[in-house]
């Protein structure tokens, strides 16, 4: 379900019944993009989300407890100097578009009452949060809107805050036979579904399906090949929509797949899918969009790493072409020494200026002839050194290749492990920790003197509990597997990777008995969930008991050794790994 007109209806109706006569008790940016507003209404608490993400702007109340900066951001301290201790009088929605207003009383420098209002546009990646003061003027907007970034609508400080553009359509809550009749007939070539959503404001494609269903009609038909009776049941059930919004009447629903999975939300009973009932829309909303929230922000936050790591995987390819480049250039190396051999071998019969001597192999059993060239203003002594000195450059440079290539593989390997470990990151610690990893191997610049005014606590191994109850650990990122396989695990505890590819570590807790194939199945997939071949199939999981596992030294995070080790083959399956108890 799009974050419709219909769904901010419900919301506003949920928020303005519990909020309005409130008293805005603290305000947080704990995103770019994000406000949180601490209600004290009635005596009783609230958190009012509002949010301009552009994959999903929202507003709603949370119970989520997010970390704020130490500095606030300018926008949050504006906020704070109009609205804070200010009283909410009243919400509402203009024309039933995607806009809320929120109209807060407080003091000005003056000393005097003033009412600011408080927008949230929720429109896609044009989404903002603006404060306007009472005469419109626009105090601050968490996403400044120049006119280079749009000709249509500058959105500043200072500037007279005006709606966005007006599309060509029909207030939802102004619905009437005759308006809708009008519709019907300009957009004939339309079809059912777009002639309702394009022509009312507030209404999306989903919403517009649902009237269609309950009143009968295929939602794929062209509007002109409707009869009478067919626009007359369309109209009903658009009016008793319109009437139960108007009347306050939302019901919200989560529609969920055969398997159970939360699929789409509504803030009406709607007529098709498995339905449930919710508490509350905004309970429902935070927990529709949960998922799909953490997901951005981590993505977002990880955009740099990502980036870098890149990077450098790239320059590690780019060098392992050329080595083996090099590699191919210096094969015939043992030639060049036969080559100087063969001269001294013969050197009496070769004469100085000649350039091509044909020389019988001795080393081969057939005895058969090999040219030579040589350098006709070289003696053949000299031409000989020259083979053995092109020898010699070859060879030094093949041992060196050797502990270079060992050394760019090994590196290869790190960054794509660390790449996937990114990918496994479900908190801030997380990233903050990767990131220290990056920064201790050199791969971003330290700051000289810099305070370090975050969190100094560490996040912890991902904790599962298999169907038989033995307790498996999951490595987050390398600095964590390094402590959960040599630190934490015991030596008959058993020990799980992906074969030859980057992963987590994964530690099966053994009860002093033998482990069950059941919880090592389980271990297994989770190994392979969580490696760089999530979504490969018969990814080969290598386990073996810890003490068969060792840390060679000077080897990078993460990089371990092993022996003695079983093969299983595993096909990563999210819902699978869903099924695996979560001890936290």
Request: hydrophobic share 35%.
């Amino acid at each position: 379900m799009a974050f419709d007109g219909v769904t901010i209806s419900a919301l506003i109706s949920e928020v303005k019944d519990k909020v309005v006569g409130g008293r805005i008790d603290k305000i947080y940016q704990p995103e770019s993009d994000e406000i949180i507003l601490s209600i004290r209404s009635f005596g009783a608490g609230y958190k009012l989300l509002l949010t301009a993400n552009p994959s999903n702007p929202k507003f709603h109340f949370t119970q989520i407890n997010k970390d704020n900066p130490l500095d606030p951001p300018l926008f949050c301290m504006v906020m704070r100097k109009h609205l804070q201790s200010g009283k909410i009088i009243d919400i509402e929605q203009p024309d039933f578009d995607r806009i809320v207003n929120i109209y807060v009383e407080s003091l000005n420098e003056m000393g005097d009452y003033s009412v600011k209002k408080l927008i949230i546009e929720i429109m896609g990646r044009h989404s903002n949060i603006i404060l306007t003061d009472s005469d419109g003027t626009i105090l601050d907007c968490i996403k400044h809107i120049t006119h280079d970034k749009s000709s249509v609508r500058e959105v500043l400080p200072g500037k007279k805050y005006e709606m966005p553009p007006k599309q060509d359509k029909i207030n939802t809550l102004m619905l009437s036979r005759d308006n809708f009749i009008s519709a019907v007939k300009n957009n004939g070539a339309n079809k059912v579904q777009a002639l309702i959503y394009q022509s009312y404001t507030g209404i999306s494609p989903v919403m517009a399906t649902e009237i269609c269903i309950r009143a009968g009609i295929d939602d794929s038909d062209f509007a002109e090949t409707l009869s009478d009776n067919k626009i007359d049941r369309l109209y009903t059930e658009f009016e008793k929509l319109v009437n139960d919004i108007k009347d306050e009447n939302f019901s919200p629903y989560i529609i969920k797949d055969d398997r159970g999975k939360i699929i789409d939300f509504f803030p009406l009973k709607p007529s098709f899918g498995n339905i449930e009932k919710y508490e509350s829309m905004s309970a429902l909303t935070e927990d529709f969009y949960k998922t799909r929230d953490f997901a951005y922000r981590i993505n977002q936050k990880t955009q740099d790493l990502k980036k870098l790591i890149n990077q450098n995987i790239e320059r590690c390819v780019k060098k392992k072409e050329i080595q083996l480049q090099t590699l191919k250039n210096i094969e015939n190396r043992d030639e060049l020494r036969l080559y100087g051999e063969l001269i001294i071998a013969n050197i009496y019969s070769i004469k100085k200026g000649m350039t091509l001597v044909k020389l019988v192999n001795f080393y081969s059993e057939n005895g058969e002839e090999i040219e030579v060239e040589l350098d006709g203003d070289l003696t053949p002594s000299e031409n000989a050194q020259k083979y053995f000195k092109a020898y010699n450059k070859a060879k030094r440079t093949y041992d060196a290749l050797q502990e270079q290539i060992a050394a760019n593989n090994e590196e290869l390997t790190y960054l794509e492990g660390v790449l996937t470990s990114v990918g496994n990151c479900i908190s801030e610690q997380d990233i903050k920790e990767i990131r220290q990893e990056l920064r201790d191997e050199g791969y971003i610049k330290k700051v000289k003197n810099s305070k370090n005014r975050g969190s100094n606590k560490k996040s912890r191994p991902m904790h599962f509990i298999s169907s038989d109850g033995y307790d498996i650990y999951v490595g987050k990122n390398n600095v964590q597997n390094d402590e959960l396989t040599l630190k934490f695990a015991k030596p008959r505890d058993m020990w799980l990777h992906t074969k030859v590819i980057p992963g987590s570590h994964v530690i099966v807790v053994n009860k002093g008995e033998t482990i069950p194939d059941t919880t090592l199945n389980e271990a297994a997939m989770l190994s392979a969930y969580f490696s760089k071949a999530r979504n490969s199939t018969m990814v080969p999981v290598d386990y073996t008991e810890r003490r068969n596992v060792k840390k060679p030294n000077g080897a990078k995070p993460g990089m371990v050794i092993y022996e003695t080790n079983k093969t299983a083959y595993i096909t990563p399956s999210e819902e699978e790994v869903n099924k695996i108890k979560k001890a936290d």
